[in-house]
């Protein structure tokens, strides 16, 4: 009875974890009325390293007095063209101008602006405009929702008419440039978006002319601002490819030296551009549109330092990230060809692994080459961690950041190599495999737990520029960290008798799904669902026995209560304060749902076809399947003799698969798992078919049973028991020591090839195999 109601218990224990580490949410000063009039001031292309004291006085004295962040541009096309940026200002989502441009490219593109009167103006455009983002791109912005949540808007410039223009094109108030006194045309409306031009230029000197330009403008603005005002410049979009981070500037009462963020991004310091139009509403105490904007409104926090150090920090940011993008694309590509190397070394390896007792048979292969093998093994499974934390060094600021990256890593790679190679119990079969997962589970769990800055703008983690995600753990951090999770639970697991593995299971893994759920931590709702999936299935086969289908549908019953529990919760909130499951969910009532279906669908096609990392899960699902999962590949052979362990990569394909597929990013998380569960699964296989002959000796009084670990836990730990003298003509067992890896005894060895290592003189009862 017990044993049936194990997984019903185990999965209220995982959906109890999940539902209590998800529904907790940061708590973050309400955005309340601070303003009586908005004035939004655009410049496209503006970016920190043109503002300083000498260039733009004006917008520097701003933000010394004001709040500053770094804005991510991102838009419904990339890179986000000045038309884009303007139109996803307005829309207060992801949008895009219509129209054939070519593929990574700005062309010069002009906007018709009709003035039938003298006072407002009309976009002929706008109606194809708002028909293209409705029908043909995913997100399903509507151009114009930031002007049709005011009264009145005014526009000054050809930008700003794009963004002020209501969905039908009409613009309340325009002015094709600022007048000579704008002071009344700002005080007519409670909302004015100003075009202050554009920064471009290849040379340094044009940019410097044309952020004068900008800066002489803004005096103008506000020199004329209203009383009781909030003003806000951002640098609108990109000019050139690639991405980059530009700036964001408020200015007003409740708006004094702090750092911007929103609860988009979740890091102090970051805005997007999605978010000013809720910022602007926000400020002026207006209820958002019908359909919820994707962005949320900003708010000011405390915290930032002189403004000279506080430039200093993005722009240090925007550095890092510009080099990771190139490192990044190498690193994956030379970590999927170095486990494809590796698979092919450790093939025949595996052939040759099982000793054979006979004459006749292969020679073993020598025990230096399979100690090298095993420390590669160890060295590209320790690769992500060790990229991770080659973020702590500032290899970016070197005058060849690729080069100093690969020596940081390389040796961060050695160093964990050593430290495995030297921990106590390496020589034991899963020696290794314990070591390389808590050693990366620390790594990881610690960059999270202290705000996840290694992974911003890191190889291995995410860039702010391209405005994915800001904070919490990234899909590589994801997909390595919930491997790692799995089987430090499932070696642990190992070490304790069989009806206590679940309980260590749930207990490991289920602090690592607060982790990774935890909107103060990774913040990834996605991955703590997945993770619980995993768990459910790591837990109830972790004593025995293998992934059935009512196994595994306790597993999905126990993922769709966490589902379930968090999106009730969520749902309970203001529609501003939604995570993602309950915005999704209030987009299926509202009829909108198919659009985040879609974008996950197309986004999940996409890497799947683009990013190495979907080499690395096939690569490794491919070795798995045709050699270490075969007869003479060990995998079997320790998956029977582990069943925690068993329970654990079981878990791990669960999660990994799952994380994956939800978040969006394919098979990104199984590539970023197989990078460490593949060479370990290797190694473990090589270990366990090295000692597949290893004989323990019968001591006296045991039952059979006893001996082949039947009705109970398996064999005691050979360390513990008393050494007994070898029978007359059998051959002593092999300890530690004299085989270089392994234990002296396997638990479960009823399984265990039961042929007598050497001939006996005479009979005797079968023996134990290691």
Same mark, same amino acid.
């Given at each position: ?428 079969? !899963? +020696?290794?495999?314990? =070591?390389? &997962?808590? @050693? #990366? %589970? ?5 960059? *999270?737990?202290? $705000?996840? /800055? ?23 951090? !994801? +997909?390595?960290?919930? =491997?790692? &999770?799995? @089987? #430090? %639970? ?5 070490? *304790?008798?069989? $009806?206590? /593995? ?24 996605? +991955?703590?669902?997945?993770?619980? &999936?995993? @768990? ?235």
């Amino acid at each position: 009875m017990l044993r049936r109601l194990l997984p019903v218990v185990l999965s209220l224990m995982v959906v109890v974890l999940g539902v209590t580490a998800l529904a907790a949410r940061p708590q973050r000063s309400v955005p309340h009325r601070t303003a009586d009039f908005v004035v939004i001031a655009g410049v496209a292309g503006l970016r920190w390293e043109d503002v300083d004291p000498q260039t733009t006085p004006t917008l520097w004295r701003m933000a010394e007095q004001g709040s500053i962040g770094s804005l991510s541009v991102r838009s419904a096309h990339r890179p986000t063209c000045p038309l884009d940026g303007w139109l996803t200002l307005g829309a207060g989502s992801f949008a895009a101008w219509s129209g054939d441009r070519p593929a990574g490219s700005c062309p010069a593109q002009t906007v018709a602006v009709e003035r039938p009167d003298g006072n407002g103006a009309n976009l002929p455009d706008q109606e194809t405009v708002v028909h293209f983002n409705q029908e043909q791109l995913p997100w399903g912005a509507v151009p114009g929702s930031l002007s049709e949540s005011v009264r009145c808007s005014v526009a000054v410039g050809p930008g700003a008419a794009v963004a002020a223009a209501r969905p039908f094109g009409r613009v309340d108030r325009y002015a094709p440039v600022l007048p000579d006194d704008p002071t009344q045309l700002l005080g007519s409306c409670v909302l004015s978006i100003v075009d202050l031009g554009t920064i471009d230029g290849a040379t340094k000197a044009q940019r410097v002319a044309a952020a004068r330009a900008a800066d002489r403008q803004l005096a103008r603005v506000l020199a004329a601002r209203p009383p009781r005002s909030l003003v806000l410049v951002a640098g609108v979009s990109d000019t050139d490819r690639p991405a980059r981070l530009h700036v964001a500037v408020a200015d007003g009462p409740g708006w004094e030296g702090g750092w911007l963020t929103s609860a988009t991004t979740g890091r102090d310091g970051y805005l997007q551009l999605v978010d000013l139009a809720p910022t602007a509403l926000a400020a002026l105490g207006r209820p958002m549109p019908e359909r919820p904007f994707v962005g949320r409104p900003a708010v000011a926090v405390d915290g930032r330092p002189d403004l000279a150090d506080a430039i200093a920090q993005p722009l240090d940011a925007e550095r890092e990230a510009a080099n990771q993008r190139g490192v990044a694309g190498w690193f994956f590509t030379l970590l999927a060809a170095a486990l494809m190397l590796l698979a092919v070394a450790v093939l025949p390896l595996l052939r040759r692994a099982r000793r054979h007792a006979g004459p006749y048979g292969p020679e073993p292969v020598p025990r230096r080459v399979v100690a090298l093998v095993e420390l590669l093994l160890i060295a590209a499974a320790l690769a992500v961690p060790a990229a991770l934390l080659a973020d702590a060094v500032p290899w970016w600021r070197a005058d060849r950041p690729g080069l100093a990256f690969t020596g940081v890593t390389a040796l961060l790679v050695v160093a964990g190599t050593a430290a495995v190679r030297f921990v106590p119990g390496y020589r034991s079969t !899963l +020696g290794p495999l314990g =070591a390389v &997962a808590a @050693l #990366t %589970a620390l790594v990881v769990g610690a960059d *999270v737990v202290t $705000g996840s /800055r290694l992974q911003l703008n890191g190889v291995v983690g995410y860039s702010a520029q391209a405005g994915g995600r800001y904070a919490g753990l990234g899909t590589v951090g !994801l +997909g390595v960290f919930l =491997a790692a &999770a799995l @089987l #430090t %639970a499932g070696w642990l697991a190992q070490h *304790v008798r069989k $009806g206590w /593995r679940p309980a260590v299971m749930v207990a490991v893994t289920g602090l690592a799904v607060v982790i990774v759920g935890s909107p103060y931590l990774g913040a990834d709702p996605v +991955g703590a669902i997945a993770l619980t &999936a995993g @768990l459910s299935v790591a837990a109830v086969i972790s004593a025995g026995g293998w992934l059935t289908v009512s196994r595994l549908a306790w597993a999905v019953v126990a993922a769709m209560a966490v589902t379930i529990g968090v999106t009730v919760v969520d749902l309970r909130r203001p529609a501003a304060e939604r995570g993602s499951l309950g915005r999704f969910l209030a987009a299926i009532g509202d009829g909108s749902g198919g659009l985040t279906l879609h974008r996950s669908s197309t986004a999940n096609f996409d890497t799947l076809v683009s990013s190495p990392l979907t080499v690395l899960a096939l690569a490794g699902a491919l070795l798995v399947w045709f050699a270490l999962l075969q007869p003479w590949g060990g995998l079997m052979r320790l998956f029977g003799i582990y069943p925690a362990i068993r329970a654990a990569m079981a878990g791990t394909a669960v999660a990994a698969v799952i994380g994956g597929v939800l978040g969006g990013v394919a098979l990104d998380v199984a590539g970023a798992a197989a990078a460490l569960v593949v060479p370990m699964a290797a190694l473990a296989a090589l270990r366990v078919l090295d000692h597949s002959t290893d004989r323990t000796v019968p001591t006296a009084g045991r039952t059979r049973a006893e001996e082949a670990g039947v009705g109970g836990d398996g064999p005691a730990d050979p360390s513990t028991r008393p050494a007994q003298p070898a029978p007359s003509g059998q051959v002593p067992p092999a300890t530690d020591g004299g085989t270089g890896s392994g234990t002296t005894a396997e638990p479960g060895a009823a399984r265990a090839d039961r042929r007598p290592a050497v001939p006996s003189p005479r009979p005797s009862r079968p023996v134990t195999a290691r």
